[in-house]
């Protein structure tokens, strides 16, 4: 294979080993080498040659492409980057492919398709030349002027089709040319007469007087005619025909999802308008007439006669036939079999099925622009196949051929390089790199005496959808529900109609469910009245109602959770509910506690059952969305790296600072931090004033205005005062750090423990937004604590206050705020919590931070709120585990000097935008909009496979490409992608899981970055 140059005049440059890792290695290292000597014409090539002079030929193989110096170190950084790149080739298949030449029917010609070919490429023209010398012997028009020339005029069929017939036949010897032969030839349609042609199971005479046949009877047909192409199977396809009005047929079947219909012009178009509404991609073709229906039929005898007398041959290339999907030779009945062409379904999806049966691995379109590409790839559906197509529309003809002889000729072990670079025997290059090896380390590594800066963990929730929990292994399961209410009716009468459970008194439960209140007031304040202003802060005496059976609690919750970034109106008080039951579970080690929450109160019957499903389930983070398909969904937690973006303190942000809780440790550091940086205005908001000690210092050491005046931010008319005599022009950065812990066991708490925690967190930042002067730009960051995601032991109330924090961020930015929740671990010197529960917490596994490393990493823009925190990873897991919970982190810490793996991780979103936006050659991801489908913003067929193609190296799996051009939006393919996931990738594994194992350990999947000084 390859047995000259390339039709571009490219040269070839191979690299090769046995490790892909060391083909990136030896990238970079030309790369670099050609950074150091001089340019020169023949560098290029002389590159190739040393290559093939000092690399021995390995398994793993990449090709780049080059014309000069420019182009080969654009190729070599791709490699070197584990990027694709149009100029470079990948394979590292074992065995010779096995070649199947692939002939289209009519539908994508156009006038002078072919001219480019005809001037560039000696073996084109000198087969169109004889392709048209065979026309004219016959009497027939010449097909050169509608395949190469430029008159403008009505062209007729037999001159069309004879010009796709000789441009595919010039195609064929092209790649013939370069040293690529075929071993089969399949046909479809029109094409099949081609096929049969370079097969040499006819003669061209034979052929020309086939072609000419077939497109003069179809002349005869009076009528107004059309074909459309469906992205979608047989059987859906011809529903839409029964629910067409007016004469349609099913033309042919070109795969699993793609399918061509044809009959009256009208009611093809009803058709194709039908599949768009359906969401089915389709498209009508340039065709005029009924191909391959019944409406020929009755032209079987103007076909015959102009049929020649002849028969087919057993050639010694294999033959294969659409029209009957096998292969085909002198037993077939020739006059009938093209009859049949003309008339009868073309069954290309068997007939690709029938060439891999013989052996066809490596599949090549001839044609001008691709047309079959997109049902091979269906079809055969295996990553180690080559499927390339010849020509296309917005390229020249020698560059798009290269590309395809060289993505081939890569997938070739035994092909022979040195036949395509001039002077390939020339000596080596002085001063090359050497091949790379790989590098094993046999000696231990010496132990660190110090330790390693610590490295903050940052992550955001994100709730991935999951498959619906597996039904219990026991026969029935006792579960008792705690609570009145419309939601605990509807799901006790779902448990009667249940096979797997039945409901029982709470002391014989084995799966308690406690329906929280209806508290849903979405003010944060009026909600922490309603939750302490109950006797029982909203949740049931729990020692009394767990049994000696009891294995869960779950609390079940309507709105508590932000699952959708669309989700509006999320409850305070059901957040804080939820918190505060996490926070409880650490007080009983023995049971696991789990949480549902629900869109509504008033579910359908079928979130009804998914719920019943999922509270015999493992306990875990759960909640169930959408109405008729209720989808359960997992908390899971994911890094924020990827998507965080620098906001560093400008003169702006810094011109007023308002911080409240300014006495505290954490409001001191961050009013050092922003004097650092040039702040003119800080004024320190707290109830008893900061000490005048440090007062003083602060204004003696900056030059700014520092001030710090008493005030009790829960108080509207002291707030009020205070704002009047400080607030100037409003403030341009507030940072909310007030807040009090207290520790209580839930037998202890009380409403007024519940109001007094939350009432300066949560009321305060409430108040604040709505009386102190802020400026339109004004950043607002709220203090809020890891302990209100997964809670806290003895620490129900302060869970609960950080709960309904965040979702008060959350409601400041639906406002039109630019709010975010810093959900905080553990702080160096002090913080909110403090004595005895700093080393209560400390022992589970939190590890105080550096406060300047924590100020700076919270001035990022991430796309939620953030959690960062520093950890004892080990210590953590343990404590988790200990108390029956999932661990919400997987350990991810790698030994000191080492590098995690997880580090170069990114999110699947991040991923999939990244590869769509290569597809579609944009500068970068960040102007992709989710929300658009994949056809609006430019995917065809084409672009489609591609991307298929890069989804399956980098995250493991992809969707039919039938579901991308069926109007399948960027955020639909992202959770596709995560709820079809079956398995490891197939490159470097992106971080992200879904979470849709079960049991509990799937609920808090985890990935952690570091943000080192």
Known sequence: MLTHGLPDERIPVLLSSHDPELIRRDAAAIADYLSRVPDSAGLTAAVASTLLR????????????????????????????????????????????????????????????????????????????????????????????????????????????????????????????????????????????????????????????????????????????????????????????????????????????????????????????????????????????????SALRPLRSSLAELTPKSTLRDAPVRFIGSTLGTELGEATDFSGYWYENLCGTVRFDLAVQHARGCGADAFVELSAHPSLLYPLGDIVDDDSAVIVGSGHRDRSITDSLSASITALATADPGCRWADAIPAADRPALRGFPNAPMRAVHLWAAPQRVTEAAPALTVAVEDW?????????????????????????????ETIAAHGGCRAVPPDEAQILVIAAPELDPLDPASAIERIADRPDVGLPDYPALIGPRCRAVWLLTAGAEHVDRDDANVSPAQAALAAMHRSIGFEFPDQAFGHLDL????????????????????????????????????????????????????????????????????????????????????????????????????????????????????????????????????????????????????????????????AAKVRGLALLADVWPLRPDCRILACSSVFGVWGGHHHAAYAASNRMLDVLAAQLRAAGRD??????????????????????????????????????????????????????????????????????????????????????????????????????????????????????LGVDSLLALDLRKRLRRTVGNSVPVSRMLGGITVTELIDALRADATGAPAAKPSFERAGAASGAHHSTLAMLERLDS
């Open 54 to 293: 000092l690399r021995r030929l390995r398994r793993h193989r990449a090709v780049v492409r080059a014309a000069d110096s420019t182009e080969l170190v654009a190729g070599l950084s791709a490699i070197a980057n584990g990027e694709e790149h149009e100029l470079v080739s990948y394979s590292a298949r074992t065995t010779p492919p096995r070649v199947a030449f692939v002939f289209p029917g009519q539908g994508n010609q156009w006038q002078a398709m072919g001219a480019g070919a005809y001037q560039r490429l000696p073996a084109y023209r000198e087969a169109a030349d004889r392709c048209a010398q065979a026309f004219a012997s016959a009497g027939f028009a010449s097909p050169l002027p509608y395949l190469v020339g430029d008159e403008q005029r009505n062209w007729s069929r037999p001159e069309i089709q004879g010009a796709q017939f000789t441009h595919a036949v010039s195609l064929a010897e092209a790649w013939r040319s370069r040293g690529v032969v075929p071993d089969i030839t399949i046909g479809h349609s029109l094409g099949e007469v081609a096929a049969a042609y370079v097969a040499e199971a006819i003669a061209l005479p034979d052929a020309v007087a086939l072609v000419v046949a077939r497109a003069s009877v179809v002349d005869q047909l009076t009528g107004h005619y059309a074909m459309a192409v469906l992205g979608t199977g047989l059987d859906i396809a011809e529903s839409l025909l029964a629910e067409t009005p007016g004469w349609l047929e099913v033309s042919a079947v070109n795969g699993p999802s793609s399918t061509v219909v044809a009959g009256d012009r009208d009611a093809v178009a009803a058709a194709v308008a039908l599949a768009q509404q359906r969401g089915i991609f389709s498209q009508q073709l340039s065709v005029d007439y009924p191909g391959h229906t």
């Open 464 to 492: 991935q959808p999951a498959a619906r929990p597996d039904a219990p292994s026991a026969s029935s399961l006792d579960i008792a529900f705690v609570g009145a209410g419309t939601l605990a009716q509807r799901l006790l």
């Open 599 to 758: 869109e509504h109160r008033d579910p359908d019957p079928a979130t009804a059952g998914l719920a019943i499903d999922v509270l015999l389930g493992e306990a875990a983070e759960v909640a169930v969305r959408g109405a008729g398909s209720p989808r359960r969904h997992v908390r899971t937690f994911r890094a924020c790296r990827q998507s965080a973006t620098p906001r560093p303190l400008d003169t702006a942000a810094l011109d007023n600072v308002v911080i409240t809780g300014g006495s505290g440790a954490i409001g001191l550091q961050y009013a050092r931090y922003c004097l650092e940086r040039g702040a003119r205005t800080v004024t320190l908001l707290s109830r008893h004033g900061v000490d005048q000690t440090m007062l003083r210092e602060l204004v003696a050491q900056y030059d700014a205005k520092v001030s710090a005046p008493q005030c009790d931010i829960t108080d509207r008319d002291a707030l009020a005062a205070v704002a009047a005599e400080y607030a100037g022009s409003g403030a341009s950065l507030l940072i909310h750090t007030a807040g009090i812990a207290q520790a209580r066991s839930q037998s202890d708490l009380s409403g007024a423990d519940v109001a007094a925690v939350c």
């Open 819 to 936: 709010c975010t929740a810093i959900r905080w671990g553990l702080w160096q010197g002090a913080g909110v919590v403090v004595g005895t529960e700093i080393t209560r917490t400390e022992r589970s596994g939190l590890v105080a931070m550096d406060p300047q490393r924590a100020i700076e990493a919270s001035l990022y823009r991430y796309d939620g709120d953030p959690l960062i925190f520093d950890a004892d990873f080990e210590r953590l897991a343990v404590f988790f585990e200990s108390q029956g919970m999932p661990m919400p982190f997987s350990d991810a810490r790698t030994g000191e000097g080492e590098e995690s793996d997880t580090a170069t991780q990114k999110p699947l979103a991040d991923i999939v935008r990244a590869e769509l936006a290569a597809t579609l050659h944009l500068g970068d991801s960040l102007s992709i909009d989710p929300g658009a489908s994949l056809i609006d």
